[in-house]
């Protein structure tokens, strides 16, 4: 296995990545463009885009905002709202993993940004079936939630006439530099089927089950061609315009709105993904057993990136995280009503070759191990001159791996409930 000697990143990325003949990958080459590009100059382009939404007349809302509660959201509605002065609508697929810290920054987010807010939620048996299939059929029991969550912005917008959804960042630029920041790439039907889908569509499912049919799929059925034609929605990522830094944007959040962060079983990243139980736990643990890295390596990647880590520093925490089992598993096993070997075996044909063989006696092996990197070519190393540690705040109500998962939270913003607890 070859690995970026900048980030550490593992040659076999689930988004592809490429190194350079330095050893350097795309996403680091991209990265770079952060300390070049003229921010000012994008900000305004971006103010004047906005301002053909703002100006438009008859309407109630001027964009959509999709939203799960978490800290980048808070940035991405701060910044259209009290920046750029939009009136956004915000929408939220439930994920149906809700964590009790999750519904908090929600309701928080709805309250002291003070936004009009919509809610998709699938009947549980439904999404449980979905997520069973999709296990068997492309190995990710996430799928709904990656769908889902791409489909209902736009299908609101559709619906309601609002030409504009206002995305944070560019998932495939930040990671592995899929595309440049010049490249200005938006939000299409085309990307979202051919990346975040794994081209799996909503209409792939039917047939799998008599429990899901073409009715049971309207939550991840996009709009018809015709349909986004008709509207011209247009869907701009927020990370083309400004100097994207999740970390600095998310404590800048936790001082503005009180945004609460919370320990993750495995990352060091207190900040993203814990809205939901499983996107940095059960869905980053099938990442794992599929091409031997998980989340942590994002986390480090980026904090290398932003000269905020050490190789070594980012190596350690690579090697304390990245094989975690996760204690959530057995909630998801438990809501999915799938036993542990089931779950562990449907993933065994969609093991990369390139990270994992398996043994004569028929065990799942890593091919590589981190321990490999070779760190004493500095050649391509970053100097630290940014250390930052994540911040852990004060939880207002204390959770664990094991809490149930919330599918509609109470509303925690009034002083007379916010602290409520159990019963
Ligand atoms: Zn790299």
């Not at 590009?37 to 053909?52: C, T, V």
């Not at 979202?192 to 047939?207: T, V």
């Not at 398996?358 to 091919?367: H, N």
């Amino acid at each position: 296995m070859k690995y970026c000697k900048r980030c550490l990143y593992p040659q076999n990325h689930a988004l592809n990545i490429i190194l350079d003949s330095e050893g350097v990958c795309s996403g680091c080459r991209v990265h770079e463009e952060k300390y070049t590009i003229d921010w000012d100059k994008k900000e305004a382009e971006l103010a004047s885009i906005l301002s053909h939404y703002k100006e438009r007349e008859g309407t109630s809302y001027d964009c959509v905002i999709p939203v799960t509660g978490a800290g980048d959201d808070f940035f991405v509605v701060d910044t259209i709202k009290n920046k750029f002065g939009l009136n956004p609508l915000l929408v939220t697929y439930n994920t149906h993993f809700s964590t009790k810290v999750g519904v908090r920054n929600l309701a928080r987010l709805i309250a002291k940004l003070d936004c009009d807010h919509m809610m998709s939620t699938v009947g549980p048996d439904t999404i449980k079936e979905i997520s069973r299939i999709t296990l068997s059929k492309i190995g990710d029991m996430y799928w709904h939630v990656l769908a889902g969550s791409q489909t209902f912005p736009v299908q609101v917008a559709t619906k309601l006439d609002i030409p504009l959804i206002i995305w944070g960042v560019n998932g495939w630029l930040d990671q592995v530099g899929m595309y440049s920041h010049e490249d200005k790439v938006e939000m299409t039907k085309k990307v979202r089927k051919e990346h975040a889908l794994r081209c799996l569509d909503a209409e792939s499912l039917i047939g799998e089950s008599p429990l899901v049919t073409h009715k049971d799929l309207q939550a991840f059925t996009y709009p018809s061609d015709e349909q986004l034609e008709k509207s011209r929605v247009r869907g701009l990522y927020l990370g083309n315009y400004v100097f994207w830094d999740s970390q600095k944007q998310i404590e800048d959040m936790i001082q503005k709105f009180g945004y609460e962060t919370h320990e993750q079983e495995r990352t060091y990243n207190t900040y993203e993904s814990i809205y939901c139980s499983n996107n940095a736990s059960v869905h980053d643990y099938v990442k794992y057993l599929k091409y031997g890295y998980g989340k942590v390596n994002d986390h480090v990647a980026r904090d290398i990136r932003l000269k905020r880590l050490t190789r070594e520093e980012g190596l350690e925490r690579i090697n304390k995280y990245v094989h975690v089992k996760p204690k959530a598993l057995d909630q998801f096993l438990q809501w999915a009503n799938l036993s542990e070997s089931e779950f562990i075996g449907a993933l065994d044909q969609f093991r990369d070759p390139a990270a994992w063989k398996r043994s004569e006696t028929g065990e799942w092996e890593l091919t590589h191990s981190f321990n490999d990197i070779d760190l004493s070519d500095s050649s391509q190393a970053l100097e630290v001159i940014d250390p930052r540690e994540y911040i852990q705040t004060d939880l207002l109500e204390q959770q664990s791996p094991d809490d149930d998962y919330i599918l509609l939270g109470r509303s925690y913003m009034d002083e007379n409930n916010f602290k409520a607890v159990e019963g």
